[in-house]
């Protein structure tokens, strides 16, 4: 599976609020954090923890990639989304590193 195959199953289960299938495309040890700076979340546990809450909070919300670019295993993607149809909006610039069919680090350009 491509790079881009993996960062696109985890969009698809976003979008869908499936968190087992969100889930299943990070590895146990994943990291997310803001580039260059603040880990968020730390392993597949807290980011289980974190997107159940967000989709509780906001059940519509969604996300779109407005560009993607990949080069082996990084892909980054310029991403646009919204809690609801009304807002709050926001807008990053994601880079998902993989390792075989997971993604194991997400760094945040907000």
């Given amino acids: 599976m491509s790079a881009v195959d993996v960062v696109q ?9 499936d968190i087992e299938a969100f889930c ?3 590895a146990d040890d994943c990291v ?3 580039y260059g700076g603040e880990t968020l ?3 597949k546990a807290a980011i289980r923890a974190r997107y159940s809450k967000s989709w509780a909070e906001y059940p519509k919300n969604r996300a779109w990639s407005v560009s993607r670019i990949a080069y082996g295993d990084v892909v980054v993607d310029h ?3 919204e809690r609801s ?20 680090r997400v760094d945040f350009i907000q």
């Fill in 9 to 17: 199953r985890q969009f698809d289960a976003y979008n869908a609020q």
């Fill in 24 to 26: 299943a495309t990070y």
């Fill in 32 to 34: 997310i954090a803001l």
């Fill in 41 to 43: 979340q730390s392993g």
């Fill in 79 to 81: 991403e646009k989304g």
């Fill in 85 to 104: 149809p009304e807002g709050p909006f926001f807008e990053a610039v994601v880079i998902y590193t993989t390792r075989g069919d997971q993604i194991v």
